[in-house]
């Protein structure tokens, strides 16, 4: 039996985090491991959302956990797709795993309904406001290779690369 593991989290500028991640087209017990590793790899970075190209696999998986911590709210998704979006929009302060340490206020539908596949290929819908429906117009973005920054002015995405690309050369000089 395949032991869960921690997987290494891919960060900007990394290529495949732009790239339009492939439909899955079956679910194997490799697909739900590697649905496992991301939920531990989640849960462990901490962060309440992660989807498959930010562990370096290019298919449209996401996990995330949106809930608190004395009630956990674990949803994972195959092939999820917006099938519609709120007229109303809300701003909420948005980080990634794949950005480290920055956060910026980011403007979204409010409200979203997904379509998806659970793990047993059985096709579902949920229903979000909130927190739950920016995570998860977050974690689709990534599937299509956009990133939260790609929602705020140019000025304000440069000053974010920039102190990435710093802290990035930062930690890896001197090895
Ligand atoms: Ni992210």
Do not use: W
Not at 149 to 169: A, G, P, T
Request: charge should be negative; include cysteine; glycine fraction near 6%.
């Amino acid at each position: 039996m395949p032991t869960t593991s921690i997987m290494p989290i891919i960060k900007v500028p990394d290529p495949i985090l732009r790239q339009r991640a492939l439909p899955v087209s079956e679910i194997t017990d490799g697909t739900r491991q590697l649905i496992e590793n991301m939920v531990v790899t989640m849960y462990n970075a901490p962060g309440i959302g992660l989807a498959a190209p930010q562990v370096n696999i290019s298919q449209r998986i996401i996990v995330m956990d949106c809930g608190k911590k004395e009630e956990p709210n674990l949803i994972q998704m195959i092939n999820p797709e917006i099938t519609s979006i709120s007229e109303a929009r809300t701003v909420l302060e948005e980080g990634c795993l794949s950005i480290p340490d920055q956060t910026a206020d980011v403007e979204r539908p409010a409200e979203v309904k997904v379509q998806y596949l659970n793990q047993d290929g059985i096709s579902l819908s949920l229903n979000a406001t909130g927190l739950l429906a920016a995570c998860l117009q977050h974690e689709i973005d990534h599937l299509n290779g956009v990133l939260f920054i790609d929602h705020i002015s140019r000025l304000k995405r440069d000053i974010i690369l920039r102190r990435v690309m710093k802290e990035l050369r930062q930690s890896t000089s001197g090895n």
